[in-house]
């Protein structure tokens, strides 16, 4: 049997404030990205018309293609390859004007056919796939979204709220949000297009992220009752540690996965497999170094039963007489019967 | 706690029912004949998992209740009886296994698998097929309410454009005819500018035609659609436009036809629509059969009308020019589309025999794709299924060694039952569909992982194999369950809150979740059961 990572003793919460930083150096860059110029939506939210065509002739590139669509009247189209250097997606959005009419889109598609047939020859391309979107169903779509996000971060805080307890709860959903807010920020970063899949993406990450902390505070709350007088920073460092083999391992496989798909899934997955392998490191970094701290400043705020978190932040070499002075507050008779241990002997 | 026979059984039991639910099998189905109308027996092939159109090709349409001309008041309704019509037409449309489905906002969904032209598939859709035979102007009506409308429109600011025809109201601009035109005693308006309308108007031959030239049909449109127009309109007549349209001189001209408000039959008293090829002029034409009633009713109707001229319109179109009635007619009549293909016959025909559509159907939302795109999807989604598949058995097995292995044949029956579960709630597999499947793998390992981590802690405080692998098994389950209800509640939250897409990805979680639950915690837990009965004296476990 080998194990990686097996009794490691890792500081993981000493490194948290350098851990809020990276993720402020992740976030407010990519937000501010975001004001300046909006996010690329895909046509599924914009609405409009959108071709792709096959070219049968490797000398067409992109610049023939725009030469043929300005030749038939339309300007402005977006060019752009997809995949095989022969595959080539074509946009033209629907002015805010035209409120999403479908003769505008029977029309755009018929112009660019003809602009095609005349520009590079009615032999020489072939349309593999037509969309034409009314703008309101993606409006609806996007509300319909960030509704279904809502909702279920409070579904989560519910659960948790009955099966540990409340500050296990906000601190899990605000990790979440963490990870939702570095994932809007990377796919600025990465100018992907925001499409249905990638929704779909960033509605997996939640689940996948959630998953992951509710793992680390299952632990937090058996170590709670295993180790009654110890310190917390010490409790959730220890469960970090015991639970990372798991987190290695799972965390392994699935970017296995993942990285298959991004790199031989093709072009419609591709988006889907970098936001998840993305949200794998998000998800994997929040358990750790944002679920944590905030579980450990709620308790210090709002102290639970024991009072653990009012002791929170002593420094580990300096704890047992802190502990036991703590602990003599509280219940004298028990301090005295079982001296706390800095670390779990076992 | 269950014996290990029991747990085989259930194993092989659920093992049993996931392969039914996702083996292709034919059935014998009795289904209506549409050419011979007789019930035959027909083997239909039922594929359990139907593949999105991203990967088998097709067309897809959204249609909405088009509210633009006014707004419709019961759209659910509306749209009810849209999707009975619709399901009708594209049964006989020839895609196999259309779907035709509502969905939420009044609107409907279509998918048609396979198909390859999206425009033919959009007419047969969209077309209202609102048949109505309606007799023309024959008083000359709306010809002497012309100086009327003039004057209403002028009162209500509009302007002509000044360059704007000839002066007189309605010019004869076939000439010959005196005897109409003696009717025509609308008073020639001196100034130009307040016959906005009048002058694009020419009288044709028939009473009740009327030319207008093609660049102003925008123009009369316009004027159509204003209060002052409507209300000076006379009573029990309408416009409508025509399908055909005359060339004379160097200009353009569209016919535009006044009829009768009321219609003497409308098409759905038809019973019987073929489409065929005249063979005298060689146009197409489809004939149709009315039912008895519509027939007695036609023949009433027609018989009382004799030698005026008879419109046939079909969504709010006049079809080519009306025909004069000679003689009653029965149950029996045709519609002629000149040198239009026969295919447009033949869809035209469809549409009629069922039914026409009770509103107009906008489409908001249309997808066509090609069928070598979706093979190529297919292709690469598969392969990078595999190979990531592949990794997770590679990684389990060296980590893990023969309980890694277990953990594997676990997940080759988590595969079976996800897609079977998949099946069980008529899932259509899409190309994110299939990456989320293949990630589950990825995840689904998750409970194995936890379990095992769990066995190796309490192996290393010193338990015995048996021990270690009944606590591992216990104290993993909490984290198991807690982490899995939570990320299935967010997703059953993503199902009753979003559509289409979403609700598909989270149906998938949702089964996936179940189906690595049963697989991680029962099967697993099996497999180990059986080894140490086997193996009672075991001391060192491969994990």
């Known amino acids: 049997m080998f194990r990686l990572f097996a009794n490691a003793r890792y500081d993981f919460i000493k490194w948290r404030k350098w851990a809020y930083g990276l993720s402020a150096l992740l976030i407010v860059p990519g937000f501010v990205w975001l004001l300046i110029s909006p996010p690329n939506y895909s046509i599924e939210f914009t609405g409009g018309t959108q071709v792709q065509i096959a070219t049968l002739d490797h000398a067409i590139g992109a610049a023939q293609i725009r030469a043929a669509l300005d030749a038939g009247g339309l300007h402005g189209a977006e060019i752009s390859s997809y995949g095989a250097d022969t595959a080539f997606m074509i946009r033209a959005r629907l002015g805010e004007t035209n409120s999403g009419t479908q003769q505008a889109s029977d029309s755009t598609m018929r112009a660019v056919r003809s602009s095609f047939d005349r520009g590079l020859g009615p032999t020489k391309y072939k349309v593999m796939k037509y969309e034409g979107i009314d703008g309101k169903v993606g409006k609806e779509l996007q509300g319909k979204a960030f509704l279904a996000i809502f909702f279920s971060f409070f579904v989560t805080l519910a659960y948790l709220a009955i099966r540990f307890e409340w500050r296990f709860g906000t601190a899990a959903v605000l990790a979440t949000a963490h990870d939702i807010l570095t994932t809007i920020a990377f796919i600025k970063y990465m100018n992907l297009e925001i499409s249905l899949v990638v929704v779909g993406a960033v509605l997996t990450m939640v689940g996948y992220s959630l998953n992951d902390t509710i793992i680390i505070f299952d632990r937090v709350r058996e170590n709670l009752r295993k180790f009654r007088r110890q310190n917390l920073y010490d409790v959730v460092n220890l469960s970090i540690n015991e639970t990372l083999p798991r987190s290695i391992l799972t965390h392994g496989t699935t970017f296995a996965t993942t990285a298959a798909l991004a790199i031989l899934g093709g072009e419609v997955i591709r988006p889907f497999a970098l936001v998840m392998a993305f949200a794998i490191f998000t998800g994997t970094f929040s358990s750790i170094y944002i679920a944590a701290p905030i579980l450990m400043y709620i308790e210090k705020r709002w102290p639970g039963e024991d009072a653990r978190g009012a002791r929170i932040l002593t420094s580990p070499m300096a704890m047992p007489a802190a502990g036991a002075a703590a602990a003599s507050a509280t219940q004298p008779k028990a301090a005295k019967a079982a001296p706390p241990t800095p670390s779990p002997a076992r | ?543």
């Open chain 2, 1 to 543: 706690m269950k014996t290990i026979r029991n747990r085989l059984i259930l194993i092989g039991a659920l093992f049993l029912v996931a392969v039914y639910a996702i083996v292709p099998r034919s059935t014998q189905v009795k289904q209506l004949d549409p050419k011979s109308g007789q019930m035959v027996v027909v083997t239909e092939r039922l594929v359990p998992i139907t593949l999105g159109l991203d990967l088998q090709g097709g067309v897809h349409l959204d249609l909405e209740v088009d509210q633009s001309q006014g707004p419709v008041p019961d759209c659910k309704d509306a749209i009810e009886r849209s999707e009975k019509v619709v399901r009708t037409r594209l049964n006989e449309f020839g895609t196999l296994e259309p779907v035709v489905q509502t969905t939420g906002n009044c609107r409907l969904n279509v998918e048609l698998p396979g198909e390859s032209d999206p425009e033919r598939a959009k007419r047969i859709v969209q077309q209202q097929a609102h048949l109505e035979f309606r007799i023309t102007d024959m008083k000359n009506l709306f010809r002497d309410a012309l100086p009327g409308i003039d004057k209403a429109l002028h009162d209500a600011g509009v302007r002509g454009t000044g360059n704007a025809g000839p002066s007189n109201t309605v010019s004869q601009l076939f000439g010959a005819d005196s005897s109409k035109k003696k009717g025509a005693k609308a008073a020639p308006d001196t100034t130009n500018n307040s016959a906005v309308f009048s002058s694009v108007l020419f009288q044709g031959q028939l009473p009740g035609e009327y030319l207008v030239p093609v660049e102003q049909t925008h123009l009369v449109d316009s004027l159509r659609k204003m209060t002052a127009f409507q209300t000076a309109m006379p009573r029990g007549i309408d416009l409508f436009w025509s399908t055909d349209s005359v060339v004379r001189g160097a200009r353009e001209y569209k016919y535009l036809y006044a009829v009768e408000s009321k219609a003497m039959l409308t098409g759905d008293e038809l019973e019987k629509a073929t489409a065929r090829r005249d063979p005298v002029n060689n146009h197409s034409v489809v004939q149709f059969d009315l039912s008895r009633r519509g027939g007695r009713l036609f023949a009433d109707a027609t018989g009382r009308h004799v030698r005026d001229y008879m419109a046939i319109i079909l969504d709010t179109l006049v079809q080519g020019q009306p025909p004069i009635i000679n003689d009653q007619i029965g149950a029996h009549g045709q519609i002629d589309l000149q040198s239009k293909p026969l295919a447009d016959a033949q869809d035209l025909a469809l549409v009629l025999r069922a039914g026409a559509l009770p509103v107009r159907l906008a489409i908001v939302d249309e997808q066509s794709i090609g069928p070598t795109l979706g093979a190529d999807a297919i292709h690469d989604g598969i392969r990078a299924g595999a190979v990531g598949v592949a990794l997770v058995i590679l990684i389990m097995g060296i980590y893990y060694r023969l309980s890694g292995l277990l953990a594997v044949a676990a997940l080759a029956l988590y595969v079976l039952f996800t897609l079977a579960g998949l099946a069980i709630f008529g899932f259509t597999l899409t190309l994110p569909g299939l990456a989320g499947l293949a990630l589950s793998v990825g995840i689904a390992v998750d409970a194995n992982v936890l379990i095992f981590e769990r066995i190796r802690e309490e192996l290393q405080h010193g338990k015995s194999v048996r021990l270690a692998i009944d606590e591992g098994f216990k104290h993993a389950m909490s984290a198991i369950v807690d982490s899995n209800v939570s990320t299935a509640l967010t997703a059953a939250i993503l199902y009753l809150v979003g559509t289409g897409p979403v609700q598909g990805f989270a149906i998938t979680l949702i089964v996936g979740i179940a189906a690595s639950m049963i697989t991680a915690i029962f099967v697993v837990r099996t497999f180990y059961m059986i080894w140490l009965q086997r193996r009672p004296d075991m001391t060192t476990v491969s994990i």
